[in-house]
């Protein structure tokens, strides 16, 4: 399996994960308010629990400078 075949079938697991549990995710309102997120191999997907819906917000890779993006 390619590391991208695998990346996709993580993200799937993770959103299929977050639409059973929402809050399975870590609370990151120091990144912005009502914001979550979730460790996915190399990768950091941030999203918003909605009425009836997960909004995935944003995914970057873990290297990255959070902050300076938010």
């Given at each position: 399996?390619?590391?991208?075949?695998?990346?996709?079938?993580?993200?799937?697991?993770?959103?299929?994960?977050?639409?059973?549990?929402?809050?399975?995710?870590?609370?990151?309102?120091?990144?912005?308010?009502?914001?979550?997120?979730?460790?996915?191999?190399r990768y950091v997907a941030f999203y918003r629990i909605k009425e009836d819906?997960?909004?995935?917000?944003?995914?970057?890779?873990?290297?990255?400078?959070?902050?300076?993006?938010?």
């Amino acid at each position: 399996m390619s590391q991208a075949e695998r990346l996709i079938k993580e993200l799937h697991r993770a959103c299929y994960v977050l639409g059973a549990w929402g809050e399975y995710g870590r609370a990151r309102d120091e990144v912005g308010l009502g914001l979550r997120s979730l460790h996915v191999i190399r990768y950091v997907a941030f999203y918003r629990i909605k009425e009836d819906a997960i909004e995935i917000v944003r995914v970057l890779d873990e290297r990255r400078d959070i902050d300076a993006i938010f």
